[in-house]
């Protein structure tokens, strides 16, 4: 072989490895952010689920307090009137 082919093969043989190390790192970035991805979507589900919570709370607190202050019919005695 050549001097010109070796370096030819050569090139080109660490191109191509170059090119395999950067889709592996490429890939292995990828996955990394799409766990960050669920694990900020973890959170934004839990925190949702704790305003609901809150909110729920809050009307419950609200409705007994309605409750002592007015009569409540329920849907089941208002059919019978």
Known sequence: MSTRAKA???ASFA???F???AVHYQQAREREDMF???IRDDARRLEKMRQREEEFRASSR???MYEQVQN???S???NKI
């Open 8 to 10: 030819t093969l050569a």
């Open 15 to 17: 191109f191509s490895s």
């Open 19 to 21: 090119i395999i190390w």
């Open 36 to 38: 960050q991805g669920v």
């Open 62 to 64: 609200k409705r007994e």
């Open 72 to 74: 409540v019919v329920s």
């Open 76 to 78: 089941d005695q208002s």
